[in-house]
């Protein structure tokens, strides 16, 4: 069963406002004493959590692409990708926060991850 456009935005919404919820709570200093929000295991976080929103968001936009020096790009993790770097650039100046090109990698290799196994996953079934 293929599912719906209208799904995969809904989802996609979804899961940002928990997405900005986690970087609310983060900025303002209340995952201090949550263990998954420090070094190492926040780069399995960044991985994982901009992962997901990349799958989604690739998903929710129809799987576009757009054309970037002659090169495709797909819309929906470029979005995710421009997010991860203004939310890193953020950082170094709030209070509670270190800004870190390591968790910017860590982020773009999930959105990279993630587009590629929703990539498989759709020619697996079809789509």
Same mark, same amino acid.
């Not at 919404?13 to 406002?17: D, N, P, Q, S, V």
């Not at 129809?62 to 692409?65: C, E, H, I, P």
């Not at 587009?115 to 789509?127: A, L, M, Q, T």
């Given at each position: 069963?293929?599912l719906?456009?209208?799904?995969w935005?809904?989802g996609v #919404?979804? &899961?940002?406002?928990i997405?900005?919820n986690?970087m *609310?709570?983060a900025?303002?200093g209340k995952l201090v @004493?949550f263990?998954l929000?420090h070094?190492? &295991?926040?780069?399995?976080?960044h #991985?994982? *959590? &901009?992962g997901?929103? !990349?799958?989604?968001?690739?998903k929710a936009t =129809?799987?576009? @692409?757009m @054309?970037? *020096?002659n $090169? *495709?790009?797909?819309f929906g993790?470029?979005?995710?990708?421009i997010?991860?770097?203004?939310?890193e650039?953020l950082?170094?100046?709030l209070?509670n926060r270190?800004? !870190?090109i390591?968790d910017?990698l860590f !982020? #773009?290799c999930?959105i990279?991850?993630f $587009? =590629?196994?929703?990539?498989?996953?759709?020619?697996?079934?079809? $789509?």
């Open positions: 069963m293929k719906s456009k209208k799904f935005i809904v #919404f979804l &899961y940002f406002l997405l900005l986690i *609310l709570l900025d303002t @004493n263990p929000a070094p190492p &295991y926040d780069k399995l976080g #991985f994982v *959590l &901009y997901i929103a !990349s799958f989604l968001c690739h =129809g799987k576009k @692409n @054309n970037l *020096l $090169y *495709l790009i797909p993790p470029a979005i995710f990708t997010f991860t770097a203004a939310e650039m950082q170094a100046i209070p270190t800004a !870190s390591e910017f !982020s #773009f999930g990279a991850v $587009y =590629g196994i929703g990539e498989v996953w759709d020619r697996k079934k079809g $789509y």
